[in-house]
T-cell receptor, first 114, second 113 residues
Framework: KAGVTQTPRYLIKTRGQQVTLSCSPI?????VSWYQQTPGQGLQFLFE???????NKGNFPGRFSGRQFSNSRSEMNVSTLELGDSALYLC?????????????FGPGTRLTVL | GNSVTQMEGPVTLSEEAFLTINCTYT??????LFWYVQYPGEGLQLLLK?????DKGSNKGFEATYRKETTSFHLEKGSVQVSDSAVYFC????????????FGTGTLLAVQP
C-alpha cells in the first residue's frame, strides 16, 4: 500500500506570494490533518478534514486555509506569505476521525519564504 | 488545556545503554498517547501508542506505559543502537472524534558507537 504522498517536496517563494501544497492520503483513509513544524514553535496543528469537512482548526491566522476533495486528497493554501511561514508542512492521514486512530505522516513539504 | 511536556535534549548515549525519555501530559478526559520518531530529513513515523490507562505500547524494543495517576508516558529502551539516533516526539490526541495531535517539543537522541 502506498504511503502518504506530499507534493511538492520543496518550494521557494517570496514574501507576499501565495502557495498551495497537496497531500494524497493512504488509499481508503478519509481523514487528513496538517501540521507546521518549525525550530522555534515545534509541531503545531493546522487543521483536520474528514469527508470534505473541516472538523478542527488550530490557532493560525486566516491566511492559512485548506480543503479536502471527494477522493480524500487535501490541499492547504497560504496567502500573503511571510518570512515566518518558512517551515516543514506535514500531512497525516488515518482511516477515520477518532482519537485512538494511528495517523500516518507524509515526508512533508519544505517551504522557504525569501 | 491540553499539553505535553517532554525532557529537553539532546540526550547522548553510548551504544547498548539504557534509554529513558520522560513525557508528562495535561489533558481533560482520557486522551490517547503516542510516541513518534523523526529521522533526519524525513517525516514522522509512529513508534508506539497507548489508548487507555495502564496500556503498554511497544515496538522495536521501545516501550511506554500509560500512567494516568502520574499523567506520564515515558519512553524506554533497554539497549540503544546507533540507528536509534533521531528526534522523538511524545504526543496526545484528546478524547473524542478527532485526529488532532498535540506534540511535545521533541528530544534529540544521539547514540555513539
Amino acid at each position: 500500500k502506498a504511503g502518504v504522498t506530499q507534493t511538492p517536496r520543496y518550494l521557494i517563494k517570496t514574501r507576499g506570494q501565495q502557495v498551495t501544497l497537496s497531500c494524497s492520503p493512504i488509499s481508503g483513509h478519509r481523514s487528513v490533518s496538517w501540521y507546521q513544524q518549525t525550530p522555534g514553535q515545534g509541531l503545531q496543528f493546522l487543521f483536520e478534514y474528514f469527508s470534505e469537512t473541516q472538523r478542527n482548526k488550530g490557532n493560525f491566522p486566516g491566511r492559512f486555509s485548506g480543503r479536502q476533495f471527494s477522493n480524500s486528497r487535501s490541499e492547504m493554501n497560504v496567502s500573503t506569505l511571510e518570512l515566518g511561514d518558512s517551515a516543514l508542512y506535514l500531512c497525516a492521514s488515518s482511516p477515520v476521525a477518532g482519537s485512538t486512530d494511528t495517523q500516518y505522516f507524509g515526508p512533508g513539504t519544505r517551504l522557504t519564504v525569501l | 488545556g491540553n499539553s505535553v511536556t517532554q525532557m529537553e535534549g539532546p540526550v547522548t548515549l553510548s551504544e547498548e545503554a539504557f534509554l529513558t525519555i520522560n513525557c508528562t501530559y495535561t489533558a481533560t478526559g482520557y486522551p490517547s498517547l503516542f510516541w513518534y520518531v523523526q529521522y533526519p530529513g524525513e517525516g514522522l513515523q509512529l513508534l508506539l501508542k497507548a489508548t487507555k490507562a495502564d496500556d503498554k505500547g511497544s515496538n522495536k524494543g521501545f516501550e511506554a506505559t500509560y500512567r494516568k495517576e502520574t499523567t506520564s508516558f515515558h519512553l524506554e529502551k533497554g539497549s540503544v543502537q546507533v540507528s536509534d539516533s533521531a528526534v522523538y516526539f511524545c504526543a496526545l490526541s484528546p478524547y473524542g472524534a478527532t485526529n488532532k495531535l498535540i506534540f511535545g517539543t521533541g528530544t534529540l537522541l544521539a547514540v555513539q558507537p
